[in-house]
């Protein structure tokens, strides 16, 4: 009887284990035109992995200040957190490729220009903005897609899909810059990332499945989904986790100062923990619950990266704090698919994407703060209470009335 027992828990195993993930992705996979719509947009938003230090690097030795430098990658993230809702909105006001087409053939301009001028300050500065501002609302459009492109017990597995994968974005993009930067010059990784953005985006709005879906305009007021209950959880959720990555990558930074190859070794293994955690939890139907304890999860990693001794515990810290990001990013996503008119979803997914890049301006800014202050562990303590502030967030909204797209 006991083999019988054993045979029994393999059988339920498999029905609601990994075996379920399996199946979900292999069936997901079988939907026409689905994968060339999914790497078409992570190819067309590769290039924002680069971006950020690639201007740093071209900038600091084109004026020799990392102050000015500095200054104009932040003006790159002013400029996209502001305009991502509005340019998210215009998708549905002239359709999915003209939109997209516009901005990339902008946004590459500018590049191309920050390379090939000396500017001022000034001039440097409007640049960064216009590099930000321009940033091809690929995000925004392709998540108020999904909900159309598959079946929908299948789209919580696309969310996840798309958050997981996205996490090689960010591991593999600052390598790149810094390599092409180090091999040749800094003004290979721009060329780069404006042939990637105008070849990205020519690939996906020419995939055959946008041709049968049309964005309609939305005929609410600009701004009018924040009113939603749900998408406000959803854009302070996203703050406070990307605010606590950051914060937490500022504290493996400077305690490993001078082991710069130690430093992104340990980050790169959270993002490992992101992409185990997408692939094995992501595709279900997360309810408040599961949210909670996703976020819970990276709260309990992010405070024991700061506390536990050695290289080894610290890694397997990490790779708990990051087991729960992905799950939890494509809970909210789906949250908000769920419950946003599909006319609004555009300027939704714009809002939680400038939600997300003022947390990781505000956990980079908090934590550098903390941890001039206070060493690493400083910057640790400023990651863990955004992370518990993330994962109390949905409980406590809860408290005020029921969040619709997500039950208990």
Known sequence: MPALRVARVLDRYGRKGPGIAVRKYLELLRVPGILRVTAS????????????????????????????????????????????????????VFGVRPTLLAAATIHAAALLVLTTISATEWLLL???LLVGASVPPVMPAIRALYPRLVPRPIVSALFALDTTA?????????????????????????????????????????????????????SSRFGRVLLSRSVGLAMFASFALVASFMALEIGV??????????????????????????????????RLRGLVAALSVVAIGTGLAGAVPGLILLCLALFVSGLGFAPALAALYFMVSNIVDERA??????WLNTAALVGAAAGTAVAGVMGDAFGPGGAYAAATVLAVAAAASPAVMRLTGPIKGMSG
């Open 41 to 92: 947009q992570l190819v067309a938003r590769f290039p924002l992995g680069m971006l950020s230090l690639a201007i740093l690097l071209h900038v600091e030795e084109s004026v020799g200040s990392y102050a000015v430098a500095g200054a104009v990658v932040a003006c790159v993230s002013i400029g996209e957190a502001v305009t991502v809702p509005l340019t998210s909105r215009l998708v549905g």
């Open 126 to 128: 409007f640049l960064g």
């Open 166 to 218: 996205q996490e090689l974005i960010w591991i593999v993009g600052p390598v790149v810059a810094t390599l092409l930067a180090a091999a040749f010059s800094t003004t290979v990784p721009l060329y780069l990332a404006a042939v990637i953005t105008i070849g990205g985006i020519i690939w996906f709005v020419s995939t055959p499945r946008l041709s049968e879906i049309r964005i309609e305009r939305s």
């Open 253 to 286: 930074v400077s305690q490993f100062d001078g082991e710069g190859i130690v430093a992104g070794a340990a980050i790169a293994v959270s993002a490992l923990g992101s992409l185990v955690g997408g692939v094995l939890f992501g595709h279900r139907h997360i």
């Open 345 to 350: 979803a555009t300027e939704a997914f714009g």
